[in-house]
């Protein structure tokens, strides 16, 4: 059963740093994986998107890599705003169409 | 409409009863999802639709959930009996279902509170 696992629960940066959130899963045997953004009381924004075949998306200030063998991606975003903070969630897609997430990595960015 | 859209957006419901929860997906996604997120948790998959069968329906918890897409758009999830482990957030999502893209689009969701 794949497992999604996302380091570290909580982060809170001054603004302006440039921070690494991490996302792991268990079977590399994924088609693609995607990193998403939730606000409190909201529902999910896709940020990125990576096919299994690609190491890394971009978007913005936002870059996000993909090592399917080792079973990790990390999602890098430059210079912080307060507006970045939220709760970013890893989801791989493996053998049929349904995601599994990971339980997210809360950001606080402090002004 | 411009995204996924679900209503109600909050649902308040007592132990024992029948609640229905509806999601209009994007326009043309042939594909829709079902998912339930609880507090401090990421998102569960519950059921998956391609047009207006369920492909994939292993993350119903049990048969008191139940969900329909009959014209292969808009999908209502129905919870008969409802428990107070039921209250979440419920997610739907679609996405255009092709094997090459499977980006998926998620709406705000509905919050279940079952009293």
């Known amino acids: 059963k794949q497992e999604v696992t996302q380091i570290p629960a909580a982060l809170s940066v001054p603004e302006g740093e440039n921070l690494v959130l991490n996302c792991s899963f268990t079977?590399?045997?994924?088609?693609?994986l995607q990193w998403f953004r939730q606000d409190p009381g909201k529902g999910l924004t896709s940020l990125l998107l990576?096919?299994?075949?690609?190491r890394e998306q971009t978007s913005g200030r936002l870059n996000a890599s993909l090592d399917k063998s080792s079973g990790r991606s990390t999602l890098y975003i430059a210079a912080s705003q307060p507006g970045d903070s939220a709760t970013y969630l890893c989801?791989?897609?493996?053998?049929?169409?349904?995601?599994?997430f990971g339980k997210g990595t809360k950001l606080s960015v402090i002004p | 409409g411009a995204g996924v859209s679900q209503t109600p957006s909050n649902k308040v419901t007592e132990k024992g009863k029948y609640v229905e929860l509806r999601c209009d997906p994007i326009?043309?996604?042939?594909?829709l999802y079902w998912y339930r997120q609880s507090l401090g948790q990421g998102p569960e998959f519950l059921i998956y639709?391609?047009?207006?069968?369920?492909?994939?329906d292993s993350g119903l918890p049990n048969d008191r959930f139940f969900a329909v897409r009959p014209e292969g758009s808009v999908s209502t999830l129905k919870i008969q009996r409802t428990e107070r482990g039921d209250s979440a957030v419920y997610l739907c999502?679609?996405?255009?279902?092709?094997?090459?893209?499977?980006?998926?689009?998620f709406g705000p969701g509905t919050r279940l509170t079952v009293l």
């Open positions: 639709f391609q047009g207006t069968g369920a492909a994939d």
């Open positions: 990576i096919q299994s075949s690609q």
């Open positions: 989801a791989v897609r493996a053998g049929s169409y349904q995601l599994t």
């Open positions: 079977d590399s045997a994924i088609y693609n």
């Open positions: 326009s043309g996604h042939t594909a």
């Open positions: 999502a679609s996405s255009l279902g092709s094997p090459g893209n499977n980006e998926q689009f």
